[in-house]
Every structure is written in structure tokens, then in C-alpha cells.
């Protein structure tokens, strides 16, 4: 899988490479807690600053598979625009399959203002609801090692 990576596009993006795992954080509302953001890769064309994350995956990705999963980053997009409201965004999925011979995919993820404002919308009574005590933590080996709340979060055993 890494040398399939290294011999792919997503290990040599065009244009400038300005940052790997680079974290931000802000607000996306002002009754929301403050999001961190891990953004895999970073870079920049004339046109645009690209974002970029990393997945492995059992089989290619459609274009059903990125619609699906595009939440995460149109929240990203929203947080990284707020800090730099003057950029052009694009976003994108790099995906490389768990196999023999791995598949590797660059994906462009669609914009959509509105998909982002709803998934803002979502989170407010989620977050609500844990103020008043209710837990919606979902610990697991993947997540919770590189957590940032570990130290506060009451569901993580080490
Ligand atoms: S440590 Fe807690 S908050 Fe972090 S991923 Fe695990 S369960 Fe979720």
C-alpha cells in the first residue's frame, strides 16, 4: 500500500504542498464547543488550496461512497474558510484500497452549503443534549487512539 502511495499522485499533489496533518481549530457556531479539524494534506495551485483525506479501503470508493461520507470534510471546508475567507477551497478524498495490488483514487468531493449548514443544524442538539449529561461517546481502537479528548472523554479505557 505505501509504495502503490508513494508512486500515486496523492504522494506528489501539483502544485505547492503546504502542510501534513495539520490541525485547526475554530468554531462553526457560536453555540457550538470549539471543532477540531485534522486535516491530512494541505496544498495550494494559482487557483486554490486543496484539502485532502487519507483513507484505506476495503474496495474503490464511488462516487455514492463520497457523497456519503463527505460530512466531515465540508465541516473542514467551513472552518478553514472562516480563517481564510479570501481562499478557494477544493476538497478531496485520497483512497487507497487494502489489496494485492491497491487502488489508488483521487476524489473530488462536491461542495454543497447546503448539506454543510445542515450537519451544523445536527450537532446543536447533539451538543446540547451532552451538556445535560448525555453521552454519545462511541470508543474504539481507531478513534480513540489518536483522540485529543481522551483525557476528558469518561468512555476511554487506555
Ligand atoms: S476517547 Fe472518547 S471521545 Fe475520543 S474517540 Fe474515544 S470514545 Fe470518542
Redesign the pocket.
Known sequence: MIEAFLASDLAKPEGALIAIEETLTGQLHEDLPDLVARIDVIWQTDESTHLMDLKTSRSRWSEAKVRESADQLLLYQLLASRMAPDQELQLHFGVITKAKSPAVQLLDVPQDENRTSKVVDLMLPVWNAMKTGVDF????PM??ST?P??SR?P??HG
Open positions: 461517546a462511541s470508543p474504539s478513534s480513540c483522540c479528548f481522551q472523554c468512555a476511554y
